[in-house]
């Protein structure tokens, strides 16, 4: 599988602003669709944002309005820009890839180790 890497979490206030980036291991890899998922202590993992290859959006309702997922395909990258954060959007983040190596047909599932992302009141 391809490797992702997360990096941009942090301790924010309430109201402010964080963005989140998504780095996969570039050599001999097609990355499909992506996605940035969340877990809050206690619950289970929800969807963020997803993206496709050719940069068809969708989010989760509660980030709705306040999130904006990017990718770009020739450095393999997804970014999660998040607005207006609440206490609530307090978690893990991962991001989600669905990776090929080249040559081969099968699809991975793929995901980073995680970012935490703290919300202050």
């Known amino acids: 599988q391809a490797r992702l890497e997360e990096s941009g979490g942090g301790l924010v206030q309430a109201g402010g602003s964080l963005r989140l980036s998504c780095a996969a291991s570039?050599?001999?890899?097609?990355?499909?669709?992506m996605a940035w998922y969340r877990q809050a202590p206690g619950k289970e993992r929800e969807l963020v944002a997803t993206?496709?290859?050719?940069?068809?959006?969708n989010y989760g309702y509660f980030v709705q309005g306040r999130s904006i997922i990017s990718r770009d395909n020739a450095e393999k990258t997804c970014d999660l820009q998040m607005y207006s954060l609440k206490p609530e959007d307090t978690g893990v983040y991962y991001c989600?890839?669905?990776?090929?190596?080249?040559?081969?047909?099968?699809?991975?599932?793929?995901w980073g180790q995680g970012t935490q992302v703290t919300v202050s009141s």
């Open positions: 989600n890839a669905q990776s090929r190596r080249w040559g081969r047909s099968l699809w991975y599932n793929t």
């Open positions: 570039r050599s001999g890899f097609t990355i499909g669709d």
């Open positions: 993206i496709t290859v050719d940069g068809s959006t």
